[in-house]
């Protein structure tokens, strides 16, 4: 079966979408919005909702784009561990899965917010493990630049080993909480980590039962060589990035190719592509979207959105000449895969300017798939034959009409072919994504041993 993730991203994926008749008139801190999105997101029985996040206000050097806002700016956004607890409250299935960045943040408040995150969604909750893509982010913690790449994935590995200890501190059974006899845990069954490494040291135990996933699922997002490297090794799922389906067929041979040498099996991590869907219910009401959508974005605009995606000032060229391709070829600290799909593509296809902002800006350097449902849901159905991912992560452009004309029409279509559920088969993330139960050092140790050990 695909298995499905939604952004639900208030402003929508495009940028102009926000703009847009069909769109929230008041997306900024809309709780309300945000529940609509995820129960429509659990209507069309998409295995989790997905949020995005940074710990910073970016593009206030670059006043029109600021002022204009994109939809991976977020200048004011929900903590995401806060709003997904309360989207928790008001759905029963969908997944919730938040980004959190091992870079500025510290493990022992990662694995207690998510920990609490799935005990309040009963088995639901998913952290996004990012090592964070805004290089602003750094101001905020103490440091005057972020920090080199090398140093973000060692961070990162060790960050993830020390939250996964903390969420197994405790045994399944260690809370007996017997009224009659009086015992309340049991001490044999909880120990401290004990963790010391070059970048944490956390004694431990966590101070939150074992959850109900055992673990709340982890995702990640890196596509550098680093970043697919941890996924191989530690992630449950990965919101994959590609501009097309060959790009997308590599990266999923890469890095399930990586797990054996970590003696992981390879349908263990699910990998779902970020895609753009434009969909109406004929292929003319989708590209009629597609094309009132372009015409809310000035070229102003998009030359300063494409120079900020690509790190490099862009504003004095000529709309219809070609990028200076010889510049752009120098790395960046941060936001370096996106900036690198969008370089070779504009290589690769020879664009100018002006078509590569065009190319770009609809689904911000992912794949797009538009037209009529039946079409989104070939498209859809021949990428996943072909492996280029377990299922999709999608991006509407506008919202909510976005995910509801996906739900209301592609989905029934996934569901006719048999390549998608029509009802949830079980109740937690783990399960609709279908991976295995959460090793837990616990689980080598019979209770008895354990017992006698102590
Ligand atoms: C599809 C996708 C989604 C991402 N989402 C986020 C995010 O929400 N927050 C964030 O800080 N970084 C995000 N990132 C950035 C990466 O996870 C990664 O931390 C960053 O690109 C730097 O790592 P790299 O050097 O491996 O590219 C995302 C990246 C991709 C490709």
């Known amino acids: 079966?695909?298995?499905?993730?939604?952004?639900?991203?208030?402003?929508?994926?495009?940028?102009?979408?926000?703009?847009?008749?069909?769109?929230?008139?008041?997306?900024?801190?809309?709780?309300?919005?945000?529940?609509?999105?995820?129960?429509?997101?659990?209507?069309?029985?998409?295995?989790?909702?997905?949020?995005?996040?940074?710990?910073?206000?970016?593009?206030?050097?670059?006043?029109?784009?600021?002022a204009a806002n994109h939809p991976s700016?977020?200048?004011?956004?929900?903590?995401?561990?806060?709003?997904?607890?309360?989207?928790?409250?008001?759905?029963?299935?969908?997944?919730?899965?938040?980004?959190?960045?091992?870079?500025?943040?510290?493990?022992?408040?990662?694995?207690?917010?998510?920990?609490?995150?799935?005990?309040?969604?009963?088995g639901r909750a998913g952290w996004n493990l990012v090592t964070a893509s805004n290089a602003g982010d750094?101001?905020?913690?103490?440091?005057?630049?972020?920090?080199?790449?090398?140093?973000?994935?060692?961070?990162?590995?060790?960050?993830?080993?020390?939250?996964?200890?903390?969420?197994?501190?405790?045994?399944?059974?260690?809370?007996?909480?017997d009224k009659a006899s009086?015992?309340?845990?049991?001490p044999?069954?909880?120990?401290?980590?004990?963790?010391?490494g070059p970048h944490f040291t956390v004694k431990g135990p966590l101070n939150i039962s074992r959850t109900p996933q055992g673990r709340p699922i982890v995702f990640m997002a890196g596509q550098s060589a680093p970043g697919m490297e941890l996924a191989a090794r530690y992630a449950d799922a990965l919101f994959g990035a590609g501009t097309t389906k060959q790009d997308c067929i590599d990266a999923y041979a890469d890095i399930k190719g990586r797990m054996a040498r970590y003696g992981r099996s390879p349908d263990t991590l699910k990998i779902l592509p970020g895609v753009s869907v434009f969909t109406g219910r004929t292929a003319a009401e989708a590209e009629d979207l597609y094309l009132e959508l372009q015409s809310l974005i000035s070229p102003a605009l998009g030359v300063h959105y494409l120079s900020k995606m690509l790190v490099h000032d862009l504003e004095n060229l000529p709309l219809d000449g070609p990028l200076p391709l010889d510049d752009l070829a120098e790395e960046?600290?941060?936001?370096?895969?996106?900036?690198?799909?969008?370089?070779?593509?504009?290589?690769?296809?020879?664009l100018t300017l002006r078509e590569t902002y065009q190319r770009t800006l609809p689904a911000l350097g992912g794949p797009v798939f538009k037209g009529s449902?039946?079409?989104?849901?070939?498209?859809?159905?021949?990428?996943?034959r072909s492996k280029a991912g377990d299922g999709f992560t999608i991006m509407a452009p506008v919202q909510p009409s976005g995910l509801r004309d996906f739900v209301d029409l592609v989905v029934p279509e996934l569901q006719r072919r048999g390549i998608f559920r029509k009802e949830y088969e079980t109740t937690t993330l783990r399960g609709h994504l279908g991976l295995p139960d959460a090793p837990?050092?616990?689980?080598?140790?019979?209770?008895?041993a354990e017992r006698g050990a102590a």
């Open 1 to 66: 079966m695909m298995h499905l993730a939604c952004i639900p991203n208030l402003v929508g994926g495009h940028l102009g979408g926000w703009r847009h008749k069909d769109a929230f008139d008041r997306p900024v801190m809309n709780l309300e919005a945000f529940i609509e999105m995820s129960q429509i997101a659990e209507r069309g029985k998409f295995d989790c909702v997905f949020l995005a996040d940074g710990n910073g206000v970016r593009d206030m050097d670059r006043p029109a784009l600021f």
């Open 373 to 384: 449902p039946t079409q989104v849901a070939d498209e859809m159905e021949d990428w996943w």
């Open 440 to 448: 837990s050092r616990w689980h080598a140790a019979p209770k008895k």
């Open 332 to 350: 960046t600290l941060g936001g370096s895969s996106l900036r690198r799909y969008i370089i070779d593509m504009a290589r690769r296809d020879k």
């Open 182 to 186: 009086g015992q309340y845990l049991d």
């Open 138 to 177: 750094a101001l905020n913690f103490g440091r005057s630049e972020h920090m080199g790449r090398e140093d973000r994935y060692a961070r990162a590995q060790e960050f993830y080993e020390v939250v996964a200890a903390l969420w197994d501190s405790w045994a399944d059974d260690a809370f007996p909480q």
């Open 188 to 196: 044999t069954r909880v120990r401290p980590i004990d963790h010391s």
């Open 73 to 122: 700016a977020r200048p004011s956004f929900f903590e995401p561990t806060t709003l997904l607890s309360a989207v928790a409250m008001v759905t029963k299935r969908v997944g919730i899965v938040a980004t959190a960045t091992s870079t500025y943040d510290e493990p022992w408040m990662v694995a207690r917010r998510f920990a609490s995150m799935d005990h309040i969604s009963k």
